[in-house]
């Protein structure tokens, strides 16, 4: 009798055929995706759909078809049970202004179920693990947009849930500001080992903070993948080398050797890794072990000199690069909900500029 063995699949979020339609737009359109513990991304551009599906995922809003459940309840249903387990933290400001951080998350904590003084110390022990100190104690008007973020942040773990919606969290920071929030937004995972689902309109920031990437395009899955595969499915060598007398143009000569060897090369073309003199560098397809032999063999067959040959790794952004447009931003422009086929060229378009 042959043996079989299933692997069950753990998934913390999972949406099957998920709709939301509004009267004149449709903000999600059949939407099936599972997603596993730890920390994923949610990235599409403004419009494609991230918000409304946060609001049907805490039972907030009823979506139009389709079911969807987070923690195994159903959103329809278990409205009251999922919120319990999972803490939210939205794109808008919503802090009363004259009141203090540690009002505000205790408020929030005893409105999560908390006792009073279980309340007080999971705020102190909160708000000391995102970054608030003194401040605290201050009322929440004079707050900088980083430390709002960071009540935001705090806000959503106070209840110590399981799961924790993260809307844009580092929208209006400067580079340092959302380089710290995403080092924050990691460390809720490895720390507490709670799972995170967090979006973004850049996909730069994901891929340094996220076990796994889903991107949305008009309401529609465009893909989901783990963050590795999306930059290790594209890996490439550069390789640069010297000129010599018999090939004074030595990296032309490579690239015709290696063409002939059955490699698929390309140049790394202007500012590819922005280094000055990336023209001068080749890009070869990663096919396997064989690959840097043969460009080891090709180098040496020329009797060229080897400056560099080092593993590239593709960032996210530029496989939604389209062929023409190599200078695109690592910023999802406004595609603003098109519903159209699932295409890479809907990407870096945008006018937002790169900022992640
Ligand atoms: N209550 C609503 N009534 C009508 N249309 C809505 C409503 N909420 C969202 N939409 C529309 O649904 C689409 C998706 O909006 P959603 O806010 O989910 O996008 P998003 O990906 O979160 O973008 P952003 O980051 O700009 O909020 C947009 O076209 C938006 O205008």
Redesign the pocket.
């Known amino acids: 009798m042959p043996h079989t063995t299933t692997v069950e699949r753990v998934t913390v979020i999972a949406t099957e055929s998920l709709s939301k339609r509004?009267p004149r737009?449709t903000?999600l359109d059949r939407l099936s995706v599972d997603i596993a513990p730890g920390v994923t991304g949610l990235v599409?551009a403004?419009?494609?759909?991230?918000?409304?599906l946060i609001k049907i995922l805490l039972g907030l809003s009823p979506a139009s078809e389709g079911r969807a459940t987070v923690l195994g309840l159903d959103v329809a249903k278990d409205g009251n049970a999922i919120r319990e387990s999972v803490g939210y933290m939205p794109?808008h400001d919503c802090l009363p202004p004259d009141v203090s951080a540690t009002e505000f998350v205790v408020h929030m904590a005893r409105m999560s179920g908390l006792p009073p003084s279980a309340a007080r110390e999971r705020t102190a022990d909160t708000l000391r693990h995102v970054g608030l100190y003194e401040e605290r104690y201050r009322p929440m008007g004079g707050y900088s947009t980083g430390m709002k973020q960071r009540v935001k942040l705090a806000q959503a773990l106070v209840h110590d849930p399981r799961l924790v919606l993260l809307d844009?969290p580092t929208n209006g920071l400067d580079p340092v500001g959302r380089d710290e929030m995403l080092g924050l937004i990691r460390r809720v995972h490895t720390d507490f080992g709670i799972s995170v689902l967090v979006t973004s309109?850049l996909l730069g920031e994901l891929e340094r903070t996220c076990d796994h990437v889903v991107v949305i395009d008009g309401g529609k899955l465009l893909r989901s993948s783990s963050t590795s595969d999306f930059t290790q499915a594209t890996a490439s060598l550069a390789v640069e080398v010297t000129d010599t007398a018999d090939h004074p143009d030595g990296t032309t000569a490579l690239r015709t050797a290696l063409d002939r060897a059955g490699l698929t090369v390309q140049p790394a073309g202007r500012g590819a890794d922005g280094a000055p003199g990336s023209d001068h560098v080749l890009l070869v397809d990663v096919a396997g072990e064989e690959t840097y032999d043969t460009v080891r063999d090709a180098i040496v067959g020329l009797g060229l000199g080897l400056v560099r040959m080092e593993q590239r790794r593709h960032r996210i952004a530029e496989i939604f690069r389209s062929d023409d447009d190599p200078d695109a931003p690592d910023a999802l422009g406004g595609t603003?909900?098109t519903g159209g086929p699932a295409s890479g060229s809907a990407y870096g378009k945008g006018g937002a500029v790169d900022a992640a």
């Open positions: 509004f737009v903000a599409g403004n419009g494609a759909g991230k918000s409304t794109e844009e309109h603003t909900g």
